[in-house]
């Protein structure tokens, strides 16, 4: 069974593009040499400074020969004809395939990195994501969501969800939330739900119930894996592999999350 890969940071930090990493015990370099998938779908995390093409460059000209897709970092705060102008200059790269803005915030949770307001104007730039083609790589909360779905759907952008659409199985959980924004998404033939992150928020005892309500609510035809690594089990790459292979225990649903539908949704290949 091949292997998509469709939520890996890479990253070498002598190039001055994730200086951030230094501060933190992630490994300093991470790059598709030194894991095993057979394609990859890179999500960028460089500094603000950067070029927003750099990562992609480094890739394109490090690791021609590997089949990598990225995402890229739009700022959804920006005025609309900025907004524009930065999805036209991205959409000049064909390996481009997304953009995201980490707007995860709440009071459940330290991890609240969004210190802004979801902008009024919100639902006109995911119809500029609609009319360039570019996936719209979602993370926010599910209380978050839930209030904008309606937006979303209307806009008909092709929205991928990261990290298990961040539940929070702590004492201060937002499951109620989580449950309906599951149920709601399971309805939407253009979202797709990724099985990555999960610890952001969670001991991974509890990911088993997480993964068991998905199951139970959505297509595995809407599912597919990503590893978040290096910041998810930074010392051993394959063990969320594993652990969801070994949960699903079915070659048909298991080629699913982990090949088709990253293929199709990233790929394009049907």
């Known amino acids: 069974m091949k292997i998509i890969d469709s939520h890996i940071h890479f990253w070498d930090i002598n190039n001055g593009y994730n200086d951030w990493v230094k501060a933190t015990d992630l490994p300093k370099l991470v790059t598709p040499e030194l894991v095993k998938a057979d394609k990859y779908v890179h999500i960028e995390a460089h500094i603000d400074t950067c070029d927003p093409l750099c990562e ?32 036209m200059h991205l959409t000049s790269s064909h390996n481009v395939v997304g953009v995201r803005h980490i707007m995860s915030k709440t009071n459940k949770s330290k991890y609240s990195p969004f210190g802004k307001e979801i902008p009024a104007d919100f639902e006109a730039k995911l119809r500029v994501l609609k009319k360039y083609n570019i996936i719209f790589e979602a993370q926010m909360y599910p209380e978050q969501f ?30 109620d939330s989580w449950h309906k924004f599951i149920k709601i998404c399971a309805q939407n033939p253009n979202w797709t739900l990724k099985l990555s992150g999960f610890d952001l928020n969670n001991d991974m005892l509890d990911v088993t119930k997480a993964l068991d309500y998905i199951f139970e609510n959505i297509s595995e035809s809407k599912l597919c894996y990503g590893s978040n690594f290096p910041v998810s089990s930074q010392n051993d790459y394959k063990f969320w592999q594993s652990f969801l292979f070994q949960y699903i225990n079915n070659d048909n649903i ?15 290949v049907k």
Not at 149 to 174: A, Q, T
Not at 254 to 268: C, I, L, T
């Open 146 to 175: 839930l209030p904008l779905l309606d937006n979303i759907s209307k806009s008909e952008v092709d929205m991928v969800i990261e990290h298990f659409g961040l539940p929070i199985y702590g004492r201060n959980n937002n499951l």
């Open 56 to 87: 992609y460059e480094w890739l394109l000209s490090k690791f021609p020969d590997k089949s990598i897709k990225v995402v890229a970092f739009a700022d959804f705060t920006l005025d609309i004809v900025d907004f524009e102008k930065k999805i």
């Open 254 to 268: 298991s080629k699913q999350v982990f090949e088709n539908v990253a293929h199709r949704v990233y790929f394009g």
